[in-house]
C-alpha cells in the first residue's frame, strides 16, 4: 500500500512566486515539485545533526 502524502500549504508575494516558478522552469521542474525538493533537502540536512 502506498505512502500517504501530506499537503503543505505555503503563502508568498506573488513576485516570489513568479520568481520560484521561473527557477523551477529552469530545472525542468513544477513549482510544486521543486518546493518538495528543497523541504525534503532541508529537513534530511537538518536531521543529520
Known sequence: MPEEK???VLLV???IFEKFK???K???RT??????KLVN???K?????
Open 13 to 15: 508575494d506573488n513576485d
Open 41 to 43: 533537502d532541508y529537513v
Open 22 to 24: 521561473a527557477l523551477a
Open 45 to 49: 540536512e537538518n536531521f543529520k545533526k
Open 26 to 28: 529552469e530545472q525542468n
Open 31 to 36: 513549482a510544486g515539485n521543486l518546493g518538495t
Open 6 to 8: 501530506k499537503r503543505f
